[in-house]
């Protein structure tokens, strides 16, 4: 059964403490993504990588960071210096650039920071 | 001015009634067009995806591409309340994978 997984489906921390979202995917693909998403502001691209061990930065990476060394993992850690971390974590896949572009999304992790 | 423009609704129609959606875009390089289909506390699911301007049909929804007035839609027939989701257009530019997302559109089909 193809697909994406992240978890915690919900994640709670204490402001302060660094916390790490879990994706992985076994659709073989070369890209994966991190989304933050927030009421009325749609989805916003935190960092991306298109291959192994090599990874960009979004439009909103302050405060976040990922690793790539695996082709089906993307882990994204939420740091301390993350202004306001509380929203709803979305990570996607796809094939590379000029394959077919269509990105394919996990359930998603809501993370509550208080 | 967004690269994307979509009106966030919400939007309430009754059931079989057709919904109408769509988007604006600036960046005249789009290429690939997308629709995904958003449920409640859940991951956005890919609903369609176009290349060329015109229309492709699937099933009770059809997808329109407009390149010259950069403008895309997104028609539901026959709605269900099972459609009630956000739905959001993406695009993307040729041999790039970073998608450009319009806010979401949020419709309720009342039965």
């Known amino acids: 059964d193809g697909g994406i997984t992240q978890s915690p489906k919900y994640l709670f921390r204490k402001e302060g403490q660094n916390v790490t979202l879990s994706c992985e995917q076994n659709l073989n693909h070369d890209a994966m993504y991190w989304y933050r998403q927030d009421p009325g502001q749609g989805l916003r691209l935190i960092y991306y990588s298109q291959i192994v061990n090599d990874f960009q930065k979004g439009d909103i990476a302050e405060g976040y960071s990922v690793s790539r060394e695996k082709k089906e993992s993307f882990p994204l850690t939420v740091t301390s210096a993350q202004k306001n971390p509380t929203a709803f974590y979305l990570c996607?896949?796809?094939?590379?650039?000029?394959?077919?572009?269509?990105?394919?999304f996990g359930p998603g992790t809501r993370l509550t920071v208080t | 001015q967004k690269e994307v423009e979509q009106d966030p609704g919400p939007l309430s129609v009754p059931e079989g009634a057709i919904v109408s959606l769509n988007c604006t875009y600036s960046n005249s390089a789009f290429q690939y067009f997308m629709w995904y289909r958003q449920y409640s506390r859940k991951g956005p699911e890919l609903l369609m995806y176009t290349y060329s301007s015109g229309n492709k049909e699937d099933g009770r929804f059809t997808a329109q591409v407009d390149k010259s007035s950069k403008y895309i839609s997104l028609f539901i027939r026959d709605s269900q309340p099972s459609d009630s989701a956000t739905y959001l257009c993406a695009m993307v530019e040729g041999g790039n994978n970073r998608l450009a997302f319009g806010k979401g559109n949020q419709v309720v089909v009342i039965p």
């Open positions: 996607a896949s796809s094939n590379s650039p000029g394959v077919k572009s269509e990105q394919y």
